[in-house]
């Protein structure tokens, strides 16, 4: 008799957890129809502003494990212009040490986390091509 009642109390300790979160809000979501917003914070994958970039190569020396190059021309004017600003996503640390040194905010982390591919070769990008952020 007396391990009935505990079997029973048991039975309805269980019953009261399972209870506790049928009713409270799922937080799991139906992707890919659902989609998540990362927080402010987040940091997807390393992206450039061409525009802003002043080719200074400081982002590229802050990077501990080079995935980051700077290609640049010396203009008429003595300015440096950026042709290309090859990203290697395959070895990334997605630490964001290139960012803390840029002089001029032009490369950060954005949101993207969709970043599988098929082919590592695409893992290795030109952001001077690919990134058109200007804010
Ligand atoms: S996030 Fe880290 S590992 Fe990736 S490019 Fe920037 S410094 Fe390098
Ligand atoms: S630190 Fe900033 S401005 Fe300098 S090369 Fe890198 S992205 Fe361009």
């Not at 659902?34 to 802050?62: D, H, N, Y």
């Not at 640390?93 to 070769?121: K, Q, T, W």
């Amino acid at each position: 008799m007396r391990k009935i009642l505990d079997y029973t109390i048991s039975l309805l300790k269980g019953l009261g957890v399972t209870a506790k979160y049928l009713f409270r809000p799922s937080v799991t979501l139906q992707y890919p129809k659902q989609r998540w917003t990362p927080p402010e914070r987040f940091r997807g994958r390393v992206a450039l502003r061409p525009k802003k970039c002043i080719s200074c190569q400081m982002c590229a020396r802050a990077c501990p494990n080079n995935c980051l190059e700077v290609k640049f021309n010396v203009g008429e004017d003595k300015k440096r212009k950026l042709n290309e600003f090859i990203y290697r996503m395959d070895t990334c640390l997605f630490c964001g040490l290139c960012v803390e040194p840029c002089p001029a905010s032009a490369i950060f982390m954005n949101h993207d986390y969709e970043l599988s591919v098929y082919d590592r070769n695409t893992l290795i990008m030109n952001l001077v091509k690919t990134d058109s952020y200007v804010e």
